[in-house]
Each structure stands twice: as structure tokens, then as C-alpha cells.
């Protein structure tokens, strides 16, 4: 038999079959090891390090060599859907969650020289931090800027994006280092914009309840020629986005404080998503720093629910009560589909937290839909394995969304169910190799 330990998962797996991909282990033994790819080698979040026994492990195949050649890793750093393990190993996860996958966009950019791209910029800023923070006390003041940056910076990074930096009580994102469509990146920031202003409703109801304040924000986006890259000192390189857009995004941000508005895009940004049907006006100010006046759009909404920003903005829910969501998720799955039960062998609790793994993997990943079909497509062969039919999909469907509304309560709106239906429906087709 053959061990693998798990640093930072707590966990020791035996192992009978020396040929296993370290992934194999991982999915064997329900630990929830991302893979977006499904484990083709098209990406590298199974990435793992292995920490001793690296002679336990296989010579890097053909794929596997060009991705650690191109990335420049170590020779301890392994794919673990190619690595295979014939002795003792002591490894760990390095992308142990779904919003580290699109700051691994900031790994192929460190490696390149500096070069001019073309991106989506976006800022965020709470208005009045400063009295904000004198009419607070200092730790109270850390810990609400903690859980703005989690609530914003998810909005972000859901989308495909990347935090860049944070300056005081200001998020800075960048959409498009990961080499998309310009149109897809400025989809994305204004996505993430909208997003943005739907969770601070939720955050500041909380903060509200505990603390008695509330935040208001400023969103603004653009999109434009920057030199982006390693930059500074050669002993304290980091990635620096350097250009006029970050400038003009910054103003214009800072623009809704005197047009009275809360989320302003360039026009520039605007024409790049004419497609898609958005509540918007058209306005202009003077930017700071500028001479001449700026064409900008407020954005107000999407003009019908959309259902990708309504998956979003419902799963971190679902994951909060995961516990809850899942249990009840399975009784009721056994109430319409008794033939489903005998599927699950294992612990229902260790079932439940592989699900949720499933869902958070789902939602970061349908802003990259190439590799999200990729991965979509082992799950179902995976779930072939087990014996399930597509027969037992529609159960499922229905269990989840009673489950859904379970958990929502009044956030569970009949837009909500049917992004969540159209969201299942897609990744069942996926599953079954029909999309």
C-alpha cells in the first residue's frame, strides 16, 4: 500500500494501485481537488507541490513538461491529473479555492516582459471613509474594510477578473489579463460593477445589524491601453498595470460624486457591451485632470434579470447554510427518486461539502466556458461511473431548486429559480456529452 499525505487537508489516504494520477487519489478519497479542466491538462489548478518522496512520483509527461517549462516551475510543482504516484508522498494543494483560479492569470504575466494590453479597469471607493473611520474604533474599522474587500473583491474575481491592488479604502480590478476578448472583459467589469452594488445591499444590512453603519460606494469602469508586467526593483518586482486608463477609470469613479450616481462606465467601455440589454443614461462630465468633457453611461441594471449575475449573487448563500442546503438537498432527492439512494456509499456529510465544492466550481467557472465544458464533461463520465442514469437528473434538478428555496427564503424569486434551471440544465447536457 502506498501513503499520500495531505498538507494543510489534514488527511492520509492508502493507496492499492501504484498507476493513480495523484488527482485519482484525490477524487477517490473525496477531497475536493480543483480541477477546471477536468483534469486534461488544459490548465493548472490540480497544480500540487510535493513536498517528499518526489522520487515516488512519475517523470513529467509531454504536457505536463511544456506547461512547467512555460510557467518555469520547479521540478517539485506537478500536475497532479498527470503526475502518477508508485511510493510514499507527502504533498499539498495549491489552489485550495475557486477565486485563486483567475489570479493565476497574474502568473503567466509575471513571466512575459512588460507589454502594452488593452483591458477592462475597474474601480470601487467608499464615500466619506474618512469620517467613516473617525467615528469608528480602529479594530471595528479593519474588520468592516475586511469584509468590504471579501464582498467586492468576489465580484470580481467570480468574474473573471483580478484584484490589482487596494489603495486605503479603494479596490482596483483588471479584466482581460488573462488574454480575452476585449468585449468579453468589458462584459465582464460591468458584471462585476452590478455585482458589486447587489452585494453591498446584503453587506450593509449586516453591518447595519451589528455595527449600526452602512457604506456608500462608487463603481467606475473603462477600458484602454496599459503597459502591464514586473515592475520596480529587481529585488521587489510585482505586477504593475501602468497607463492613461487607469487614470481615466479612477475619475471617472470619482465623477459620481458630483453627477450623483453610483456606477459610471465610459462610453468607450459602453459600446463594447451594445449587445447586451442594460438599463443605462447617457451623461458627460469634465474628469479631473481632463480638459476636454467625457462621455460616460450610468449604469443602472441589466433591463430583464440576468442569470448569471443572479447565480452569483445567490451561491454564496447556498455555501453559507452548505450544511443545511445539502442535507436537505439529499432527503429530498431520495423522496422523489428512491432508486438515487444506493448511488451514495459514503458519509452524506462528506457527499454534501463535494457538491458544494462542485457548485463554487460551477458558478467561478462560467466565466471561461471553454475549460468549464472540459470539466463538465469528466464530472459526467465520473458520474457514469457511479451509475447514474440521465434519468435521475431531473430529481436531482427538482431537489436542488425546492432545496434553493429552502435556504433563500425571500432572495428565492422566480428569476432566481430559472437562472438556477437554465444553470443545472446546462451542466447536464454538459455531463451527458450534448453540449
Given at each position: 500500500?502506498?501513503?499520500?499525505?495531505?498538507?494543510?487537508?489534514?488527511?492520509?489516504?492508502?493507496?492499492?494501485?501504484?498507476?493513480?494520477?495523484?488527482?485519482?487519489?484525490?477524487?477517490?478519497?473525496?477531497?475536493?481537488?480543483?480541477?477546471?479542466?477536468?483534469?486534461?491538462?488544459?490548465?493548472?489548478?490540480?497544480?500540487?507541490?510535493?513536498?517528499?518522496?518526489?522520487?515516488?512520483?512519475?517523470?513529467?509527461?509531454?504536457?505536463?513538461?511544456?506547461?512547467?517549462?512555460?510557467?518555469?516551475?520547479?521540478?517539485?510543482?506537478?500536475?497532479?491529473?498527470?503526475?502518477?504516484?508508485?511510493?510514499?508522498?507527502?504533498?499539498?494543494?495549491?489552489?485550495?479555492?475557486?477565486?485563486?483560479?483567475?489570479?493565476?492569470?497574474?502568473?503567466?504575466?509575471?513571466?512575459?516582459?512588460?507589454?502594452?494590453?488593452?483591458?477592462?479597469?475597474?474601480?470601487?471607493?467608499?464615500?466619506?471613509?474618512?469620517?467613516?473611520?473617525?467615528?469608528?474604533?480602529?479594530?471595528?474599522?479593519?474588520?468592516?474594510?475586511?469584509?468590504?474587500?471579501?464582498?467586492?473583491?468576489?465580484?470580481?474575481?467570480?468574474?473573471?477578473?483580478?484584484?490589482?491592488?487596494?489603495?486605503?479604502?479603494?479596490v482596483v480590478g483588471l479584466f482581460g489579463v488573462g488574454a480575452d476578448s476585449l468585449e468579453k472583459s468589458c462584459l465582464d467589469s460591468l458584471r462585476a460593477g452590478l455585482?458589486?452594488?447587489?452585494?453591498?445591499?446584503?453587506?450593509?444590512?449586516?453591518?447595519?445589524?451589528?455595527?449600526?453603519?452602512?457604506?456608500?460606494?462608487?463603481?467606475?469602469?473603462?477600458?484602454?491601453?496599459?503597459?502591464?508586467?514586473?515592475?520596480?526593483?529587481?529585488?521587489?518586482?510585482?505586477?504593475?498595470?501602468?497607463?492613461?486608463?487607469?487614470?481615466?477609470?479612477?475619475?471617472?469613479?470619482?465623477?459620481?460624486?458630483?453627477?450623483?450616481?453610483?456606477?459610471?462606465?465610459?462610453?468607450?467601455?459602453?459600446?463594447?457591451?451594445?449587445?447586451?440589454?442594460?438599463?443605462?443614461?447617457?451623461?458627460?462630465?469634465?474628469?479631473?485632470?481632463?480638459?476636454?468633457?467625457?462621455?460616460?453611461?450610468?449604469?443602472?441594471?441589466?433591463?430583464?434579470?440576468?442569470?448569471?449575475?443572479?447565480?452569483?449573487?445567490?451561491?454564496?448563500?447556498?455555501?453559507?447554510?452548505?450544511?443545511?442546503?445539502?442535507?436537505?438537498?439529499?432527503?429530498?432527492?431520495?423522496?422523489?427518486?428512491?432508486?438515487?439512494?444506493?448511488?451514495?456509499?459514503?458519509?452524506?456529510?462528506?457527499?454534501?461539502?463535494?457538491?458544494?465544492?462542485?457548485?463554487?466550481?460551477?458558478?467561478?467557472?462560467?466565466?471561461?466556458?471553454?475549460?468549464?465544458?472540459?470539466?463538465?464533461?469528466?464530472?459526467?463520465?465520473?458520474?457514469?461511473?457511479?451509475?447514474?442514469?440521465?434519468?435521475?437528473?431531473?430529481?436531482?434538478?427538482?431537489?436542488?431548486?425546492?432545496?434553493?428555496?429552502?435556504?433563500?427564503?425571500?432572495?428565492?424569486?422566480?428569476?432566481?429559480?430559472?437562472?438556477?434551471?437554465?444553470?443545472?440544465?446546462?451542466?447536464?447536457?454538459?455531463?451527458?456529452?450534448?453540449?
Amino acid at each position: 500500500m502506498t501513503t499520500i499525505v495531505y498538507l494543510g487537508d489534514d488527511k492520509t489516504v492508502s493507496v492499492a494501485d501504484p498507476g493513480m494520477t495523484v488527482l485519482d487519489i484525490s477524487i477517490a478519497h473525496k477531497i475536493p481537488h480543483l480541477r477546471e479542466c477536468g483534469g486534461n491538462g488544459r490548465c493548472t489548478t490540480c497544480r500540487v507541490r510535493i513536498c517528499d518522496g518526489i522520487q515516488n512520483v512519475s517523470p513529467r509527461t509531454p504536457r505536463e513538461a511544456e506547461v512547467a517549462e512555460a510557467r518555469r516551475w520547479d521540478r517539485f510543482t506537478r500536475l497532479a491529473c498527470q503526475a502518477r504516484v508508485g511510493g510514499d508522498v507527502t504533498l499539498e494543494r495549491l489552489v485550495r479555492h475557486c477565486a485563486d483560479v483567475s489570479r493565476l492569470q497574474l502568473e503567466q504575466a509575471s513571466i512575459a516582459p512588460p507589454e502594452e494590453r488593452t483591458l477592462a479597469i475597474l474601480f470601487c471607493d467608499i464615500r466619506e471613509f474618512t469620517s467613516f473611520v473617525d467615528s469608528n474604533l480602529a479594530y471595528d474599522v479593519v474588520h468592516i474594510l475586511n469584509r468590504f474587500f471579501t464582498a467586492i473583491g468576489d465580484a470580481i474575481l467570480i468574474n473573471n477578473g483580478i484584484i490589482h491592488q487596494y489603495v486605503g479604502d479603494q479596490v482596483v480590478g483588471l479584466f482581460g489579463v488573462g488574454a480575452d476578448s476585449l468585449e468579453k472583459s468589458c462584459l465582464d467589469s460591468l458584471r462585476a460593477g452590478l455585482g458589486i452594488l447587489q452585494t453591498l445591499t446584503d453587506l450593509n444590512a449586516a453591518l447595519s445589524a451589528e455595527f449600526g453603519v452602512t457604506l456608500d460606494i462608487g463603481v467606475g469602469a473603462h477600458c484602454g491601453p496599459l503597459v502591464v508586467g514586473m515592475m520596480g526593483h529587481p529585488s521587489q518586482l510585482q505586477f504593475t498595470a501602468v497607463g492613461d486608463a487607469m487614470n481615466v477609470a479612477s475619475r471617472i469613479e470619482d465623477a459620481n460624486k458630483t453627477l450623483g450616481t453610483r456606477f459610471l462606465v465610459s462610453e468607450i467601455l459602453f459600446d463594447h457591451v451594445a449587445q447586451v440589454p442594460v438599463q443605462a443614461r447617457r451623461t458627460q462630465a469634465v474628469l479631473k485632470g481632463k480638459r476636454d468633457t467625457f462621455k460616460l453611461v450610468e449604469v443602472i441594471g441589466f433591463v430583464a434579470p440576468e442569470p448569471a449575475l443572479l447565480v452569483q449573487s445567490t451561491i454564496g448563500v447556498l455555501l453559507q447554510h452548505q450544511k443545511q442546503f445539502t442535507a436537505h438537498l439529499y432527503r429530498r432527492l431520495f423522496e422523489l427518486d428512491p432508486g438515487t439512494q444506493p448511488l451514495f456509499r459514503g458519509n452524506l456529510e462528506t457527499q454534501g461539502q463535494m457538491l458544494s465544492h462542485m457548485l463554487q466550481f460551477l458558478v467561478y467557472a462560467m466565466s471561461r466556458p471553454e475549460t468549464l465544458r472540459l470539466g463538465l464533461r469528466d464530472l459526467g463520465r465520473r458520474h457514469d461511473a457511479y451509475g447514474v442514469a440521465a434519468g435521475h437528473y431531473p430529481a436531482f434538478r427538482r431537489a436542488f431548486l425546492d432545496s434553493a428555496r429552502m435556504v433563500l427564503g425571500e432572495k428565492y424569486t422566480p428569476q432566481v429559480e430559472m437562472a438556477w434551471t437554465d444553470t443545472i440544465d446546462v451542466m447536464v447536457q454538459a455531463m451527458l456529452g450534448r453540449h
